[in-house]
T-cell receptor, first 114, second 110 residues
Framework: NAGVMQNPRHLVRRRGQEARLRCSPM?????VYWYRQLPEEGLKFMVY????????ESGMPKERFSAEFPKEGPSILRIQQVVRGDSAAYFC????????????FGPGTRLTVT | AQSVSQHNHHVILSEAASLELGCNYS??????LFWYVQYPGQHLQLLLK??????LVKGIKGFEAEFIKSKFSFNLRKPSVQWSDTAEYFC????????FGTGTRLQVFP
């Protein structure tokens, strides 16, 4: 049973470009979380999704950021018109159900904006 | 809104020393509590979890944590650390979503 997969592992974008980060949850998991990790700031919750449904996006910046988890295929975190401040590690985690469970993490995508 | 506080940002210990990392949460209802570990260059792994029952929870690699409801705490402990325990440790709370503390960086010197 493969773990949570994220790709790419490293992504370099110039300011103003778009970044697309992909997350394939563990088999049988229907819930996905996205977190951002900045040095000295720990893990910041961004968004929590179920297939075809955003459950909680209270941690997402209001502009330029969006996330989806379609019925088929991976979850996508999309950052439009990236800025230097978007440089961070983005982690995806999946769980088999929503509440009351832990989550399994992917290896992360390190985004660098030049 | 739920939140998690980890007061120790950076802990430095010698091998064989005892470890206790603090974790406090703010939420009045039923919570599920977790400790995750992130070794250098790796992704987060679950160390231990508390859902219900015995408030003293034992995890992998000799770690344990105690849930004290009256103090809203879930401190992580290990009686004798090893150099290989050098990592970042995150406490997390799950009510309607999984929220993490800012992490504690542990450095263990031989």
């Amino acid at each position: 049973n493969a773990g949570v997969m994220q790709n790419p592992r490293h992504l370099v974008r110039r300011r103003g470009q778009e970044a697309r980060l992909r997350c394939s949850p563990m088999k049988g998991h229907s819930h996905v979380y996205w977190y951002r990790q900045l040095p000295e700031e720990g893990l910041k919750f961004m968004v929590y999704l179920q297939k075809e449904n955003i459950i909680d996006e209270s941690g997402m910046p209001k502009e330029r950021f969006s996330a989806e988890f379609p019925k088929e295929g991976p979850s996508i975190l999309r950052i439009q018109q990236v800025v230097r401040g978007d440089s961070a590690a983005y982690f995806c985690a999946s769980s088999p159900e929503g509440q009351g469970t832990g989550a399994y993490f992917g290896p992360g995508t390190r985004l660098t904006v030049t | 809104a739920q939140s998690v506080s980890q007061h120790n940002h950076h802990v430095i210990l010698s091998e064989a020393a005892s470890l206790e990392l603090g974790c406090n949460y703010s939420y009045g209802g039923t919570v599920n509590l977790f400790w995750y570990v992130q070794y250098p260059g790796q992704h987060l792994q679950l160390l231990l979890k508390y859902f219900s029952g015995d408030p003293l929870v034992k995890g992998i690699k000799g770690f344990e944590a105690e849930f004290i409801k009256s103090k809203f705490s879930f401190n992580l402990r290990k009686p004798s650390v090893q150099w290989s325990d050098t990592a970042e440790y995150f406490c997390a709370v799950n009510t309607d979503k999984l929220i993490f503390g800012t992490g504690t960086r542990l450095q263990v010197f031989p």
